[in-house]
């Protein structure tokens, strides 16, 4: 006991920590509780051995939860992924719906002593790092990752410096993919063939993966190779291939596709999608649209419904900019005119201001990314065209004649596209499903929590 006037010495020491929890567990205890209750128990039992072989200790349980320390970050480290991989061998055969994920944080800080617990920024950074990880995935931060470079044999995914939840200064993520997930480098292995439209126009497309056949209509500004090293939709393709054959293309007029194209309309781009499908030969298939691409899947899908088993629509629309009103056509009419004079400039600001639309929240280094990257995939002019021909497009007499299991999601602040219009898609497809995704950027971006529904609906919605 301290002496009267004196105040007791705070224990502090350096620890390796890692918090670990369930993905999606309050969906699966409502699922089935009982069985989803036992199985935890069973991978915990099968877990706590290789915890205690890198001499790891458990602090506490808290539900799904728990929090471990280790006597170093090599330690912490080797165990998650070794977690990892023993889950991803136990999940082997068990349904898409009632696979049990773990998500981790790996932490190297200072922590306060108290009893057996252990408190203080250190842990508090490690559990919002774990809840930032993809399903199956662990992410560590920037003191961590200092002490495992080049004394493991990881790859390990640059996500940036994040503001987490609660911790007063930013924070450096890194992110070991989850057990099984294609490499960042698994560009380089896709199948990329090339096909030629009704109009003689060539078209690119790329197969990659394993699983049921998954089609993603073809996006503005895509590109099959530099697409993989992007830090805005790299997560995304790794995600589905790691859970499906991914077959990809890109559009008419961008990336490895003829720029140089006279045809640029509703019509010619559902005629590329008939034409790639043919050429990879698959008979059917779940068709994902993202933005302009919903609208020419909903074509797609009444034109072919015998072809498609699943169809998701993400941030998108039935009816273009330019029928929606006066004002919205004038301001498509401004853009396209400084995108033909201004958009292959050194100076970003036009393609600025489409940034600023599609990611109104990403860091700086994400934002000059993506400048970079809408100058290289594609010419102003043939921008010009796109915006101009995409925002006359309307599908929604179509939307009733969709006759194929639908799920839209949107996200609610979505700056480029409405929520509104996701609304009026679900609306009038019959049977559709629609979710809100929390958040403003078009695309979720890694590490946000929409980013982890996306893929979770998308699994439920597929394996259901």
Not at 35 to 49: C, I, N, Q
Not at 63 to 83: I, M, Q, R, T, Y
Not at 372 to 401: H, I, N, W
Request: charged share 25%.
């Amino acid at each position: 006991m301290a002496a009267p006037g004196q105040q007791s010495r705070i224990e502090r020491r350096l620890a390796a920590i890692l918090a670990a929890d369930v993905a999606g567990y309050s969906r699966l205890m409502g699922t089935d509780e009982a069985g989803t209750a036992k199985a935890l128990r069973e991978h915990r039992a099968a877990v706590d051995p290789i915890v205690a072989g890198h001499g790891g200790r458990i602090v506490k349980t808290t539900g799904d939860g728990v929090l471990l320390e280790f006597p170093s970050v090599v330690a912490a480290v080797e165990c998650a992924v070794a977690v990892q991989k023993l889950m991803a061998e136990r999940n082997e055969g068990v349904r898409a719906d009632r696979r049990m994920l773990f998500r981790m944080g790996i932490n190297l800080g200072d922590v306060l002593i108290e009893g057996e617990d252990i408190l203080g920024d250190g842990v508090n950074i490690a559990a919002r790092l774990e809840a930032i990880a993809e399903p199956g995935g662990v992410c560590i931060s920037r003191q961590a990752y200092d002490q495992v470079e080049g004394k493991l044999a990881l790859q390990f995914r640059e996500l940036g410096t994040r503001n987490l939840k609660n911790i007063a200064k930013p924070v450096e993520v890194f992110a070991i993919p989850r057990a099984g997930a294609l490499p960042a480098t698994a560009f380089l292995n896709q199948d990329i063939g090339y096909c030629r439209a009704r109009d003689g126009v060539r078209l690119a497309y790329a197969k990659v993966g394993r699983g049921s056949p998954l089609v993603m209509t073809a996006n503005w500004f895509n590109h099959l190779e530099h697409d993989w090293k992007s830090p805005i939709r790299g997560h995304i393709l790794r995600a589905l291939a790691n859970e499906h054959m991914l077959i990809r293309y890109d559009a008419r007029g961008n990336g490895l596709s003829d720029w140089e194209v006279d045809g640029l309309s509703l019509d010619a781009w559902v005629g590329d999608l008939e034409t790639v499908v043919d050429a990879v030969a698959v008979d059917r298939f779940a068709l994902l649209g993202i933005s302009q691409g919903c609208a020419i899947s909903i074509a797609y899908a009444v034109r072919h419904p015998e072809r498609i088993s699943h169809l998701i629509l993400y941030s998108g629309f039935a009816l273009g900019a330019n029928r929606r009103s006066v004002a919205a056509k004038e301001r498509v009419k401004a853009m396209a005119t400084l995108m033909r004079l201004e958009w292959g400039a050194d100076n970003p600001a036009v393609r600025q201001m489409f940034t600023t639309q599609f990611f109104p929240d990403c860091p700086p280094d994400l934002s000059n990314w993506f400048n970079e990257m809408q100058r290289l995939v594609t010419s102003g002019e043939c921008a010009a065209r796109y915006l101009e021909t995409v925002s006359d497009f309307d599908v929604t007499e179509l939307l009733p004649k969709v006759a194929v299991p639908t799920l839209v999601m949107h996200r609610r602040g979505d700056v480029r596209q409405p929520i509104e219009e996701g609304r009026r898609m679900a609306t009038e497809i019959p049977g559709a499903r629609f979710l809100a995704l929390e958040g403003r950027n078009h695309i979720p971006l890694e590490g946000e929590p929409a980013a982890e529904r996306f893929f979770e609906e998308i699994r439920l919605f597929l394996g259901g």
